[in-house]
T-cell receptor, first 111, second 116 residues
């Protein structure tokens, strides 16, 4: 099935650094979601975006729904060890609820 | 936040065994539940969409006779992997939604299935 292009594929950063990742698509989505998955667990919803141009924060996380409705980005400020994991974007095309997932960004914090 | 419980978390069984995985929404009525499969270091791939009281809709390439889905109530969906073989070994994850377009999916913690 279709997957969204998510970049970067992996990131190695030091604690305290800011992180930025994005997700792009060739088609329009009506909803963008960002999830975090820890090893051996299911994805946990971080932020949901429902309107083009929308900018939403959840603590140190900020996500935006692109104006074209074909992209979204997620920023994490002042990273901490518990931010380690895999981040997935997911889009809902509208008309149904099926999610299309991004390829994931693996975040590693270097001690 | 919304809580989705998935059970069991891990199953190890012999080839030829059928395995049932349960997905429960604990604090909301889930009109729609979804079943995903995830291979190591890969993203989630949707297997099927399950609506309460009706037959599941399977994605292309997913064998409906191999992966039986039942959604008998608004809080419970089950996935049965019939006559499982080693190639069915994977991480299976369910999600639940209230069924409205502005309601995101909430995921269970997944089931690690290992077929010997």
């Amino acid at each position: 099935g279709q997957q969204l292009n998510q970049s970067p594929q992996s990131m190695f950063i030091q604690e305290g650094e800011d992180v930025s990742m994005n997700c792009t698509s060739s088609s329009i989505f009506n909803t963008w979601l960002w999830y975090k998955q820890d090893p051996g667990e299911g994805p946990v919803l971080l932020i949901a975006l429902y309107k083009a141009g929308e900018l939403t924060s959840n603590g140190r996380l900020t996500a935006q729904f692109g104006i074209t409705r074909k992209d979204s980005f997620l920023n994490i400020s002042a990273s901490i060890p518990s931010d380690v994991g895999i981040y997935f974007c997911a889009g809902v095309p509208g008309g149904n609820e099926k999610l299309t997932f991004g390829t994931g960004t693996r975040l590693t914090i270097i001690p | 936040g919304a809580v989705v419980s998935q059970h069991p978390s891990r199953v190890i069984c012999k080839s030829g065994t059928s395995v049932k995985i349960e997905c429960r929404s604990l604090d909301f009525q889930a009109t729609t539940m979804f079943w995903y499969r995830q291979f190591p270091k890969k993203s989630l791939m949707l297997m099927a969409t399950s609506n309460e009281g009706s037959k599941a809709t399977y994605e292309q390439g997913v064998e409906k006779d191999k992966f039986l889905i039942n959604h008998a109530s608004l809080t419970l969906s089950t996935l049965t992997v019939t006559s499982a073989h080693p190639e069915d070994s994977s991480f299976y994850i369910c999600s639940a939604s209230r069924g409205y377009s502005n309601q995101p999916q909430h995921f269970g913690d997944g089931t690690r299935l290992s077929i010997l």
